[in-house]
């Protein structure tokens, strides 16, 4: 069993940056592949990134390419996500997720765990 809490949401202007955090409790962690997803209001939730048990291998939707970037810490159990140059389209509650096998494509469908979501607001 592995719990997920996200965190380092906010309200941000556009161009600015923000680093989500996500804590993973369960001493398997370091086995999951990680990924962050996000689901604006009205729109289905989407994948951004994610990253394997090592961290070696990392994989981002088009539209956060060059500007965000996931990494992990598994002595402190822990996946972050670095957003740069944010603009209004990436509002959205980013979701933390784990999958016990890493892909270049996640779907949500293959997530065994969840996070709760944490806010991230850009303005104009």
């Known amino acids: 069993q592995v719990q997920l809490v996200e965190s380092g949401g906010g309200l941000v202007q556009a161009g600015g940056s923000l680093r989500l955090s996500c804590a993973a409790s369960?001493?398997?962690?370091?086995?999951?592949?990680m990924a962050w997803f996000r689901q604006a209001p009205g729109k289905e939730r989407e994948f951004v990134a994610a990253?394997?048990?090592?961290?070696?291998?990392?994989t981002y939707t088009n539209s956060v390419k060059g500007r965000f970037t996931i990494s992990r810490d598994n002595a402190k159990n822990t996946v972050y996500l670095q957003m740069n140059s944010l603009k209004p389209e990436d509002t959205a509650v980013y979701y933390c997720?784990?999958?016990?096998?890493?892909?270049?494509?996640?779907?949500?469908?293959?997530?065994?765990?969840w996070g709760k979501g944490t806010l991230v607001t850009v303005s104009s």
């Open positions: 990253i394997n048990w090592s961290g070696r291998s990392t």
């Open positions: 997720a784990a999958d016990g096998l890493f892909t270049l494509t996640p779907m949500t469908r293959d997530m065994d765990y």
């Open positions: 369960g001493r398997t962690f370091s086995t999951y592949a």
